[in-house]
Nanobody, 121 residues
C-alpha cells in the first residue's frame, strides 16, 4: 500500500497562496490516480481535486475552479496542490489520497495524515 505524507500547510492571509505537497512512498506512484480532499471543523470531508495517472486529466470542485491547480511529478513520487486567492472558507485540514474510481472515490484507508491550512481575514 502507498504511504502518503502531506506538507505545506500553514497560516496565510485572505488572497494569499500556498502550495501543498504529498509525498508517496512507492516508485509505482505513477500507476495511480490521486486526489485532494479537505475537512473543516464540524463538517464532513469533501472532494477538492483529482488528477489521473500521468497528469493529462484533472477535475475540480466548482468552488476552487480558477483558484487551485493540481499537478504531479511522477519522477519525484509527489502530488501538488497550488492554492491561490485563498479565502477564509478554505480553512480546513487537507488530505491527499489514492483514487480508486474516478474522480472522487477513495481507496479504503489510502489517506495521508493531513496538513492544516488556515486562512485569516
Amino acid at each position: 500500500q502507498v504511504h502518503l505524507v502531506e506538507s505545506g500547510g500553514g497560516l496565510v492571509q485572505a488572497g494569499g497562496s500556498l502550495r501543498l505537497s504529498c509525498a508517496a512512498s512507492k516508485d509505482t506512484f505513477g500507476n495511480y490516480a490521486m486526489g485532494w480532499f479537505r475537512q473543516a471543523p464540524g463538517k464532513e470531508r469533501e472532494f477538492v481535486s483529482a488528477i489521473n495517472w500521468n497528469g493529462g486529466v484533472t477535475d475540480y470542485v466548482d468552488f476552487v475552479k480558477g483558484r487551485f491547480t493540481i499537478s504531479r511529478d511522477n519522477a519525484k513520487n509527489t502530488l501538488y496542490l497550488q492554492m491561490n486567492s485563498l479565502k477564509p472558507e478554505d480553512t480546513a485540514v487537507y488530505y491527499c489520497a489514492v483514487i480508486r474510481r474516478w474522480p472522487n472515490v477513495v481507496e479504503f484507508g489510502a489517506w495521508g495524515q493531513g496538513t492544516q491550512v488556515t486562512v485569516s481575514s
